[in-house]
């Protein structure tokens, strides 16, 4: 590829981008939304989120894409934690605590 290919999708992506969130911010930013679109957007984090998470727990990097068990393991706790308590930082610090001694243990120390 040359650098005026790569320059011009860079160029595209990026006004792409840019129209996307004029068509929310700059066309209708002053504006109320109906209700039914604002109940839809309350859960735009929660579908993002396993999305961006799913492929670090399924095939992480660190392991050559291979499924890890301390991976599974720490997610099935975080997700556990989550639900039983509501309280996100008191599931991602289990989970986190949970991937640091599991793959302490793996390791064979």
């Not at 799913?54 to 499924?67: F, I, K, N, R, S």
């Not at 610090?93 to 599991?102: N, S, V």
Request: proline share 5%.
């Amino acid at each position: 590829m040359t650098d005026a290919y790569i320059w011009t999708i860079i160029i595209v992506l990026g006004i792409g981008t840019y129209l996307i969130r004029l068509s929310f911010l700059g066309l209708i930013g002053g504006r109320d939304l109906p209700e039914w679109v604002l109940r839809h957007l309350r859960y735009t984090a929660v579908a993002v989120l396993p999305g961006l998470v799913a492929p670090l727990v399924l095939w992480p990097d660190a392991t050559g894409g291979e499924v890890d068990p301390a991976r599974l393991a720490a997610a099935l706790v975080t997700f556990g934690v989550g639900m039983a308590t509501r309280n996100a930082i008191l599931a991602i610090l289990a989970g986190g605590a949970t991937l640091y001694a599991l793959l302490w243990m793996l390791a064979g120390y």
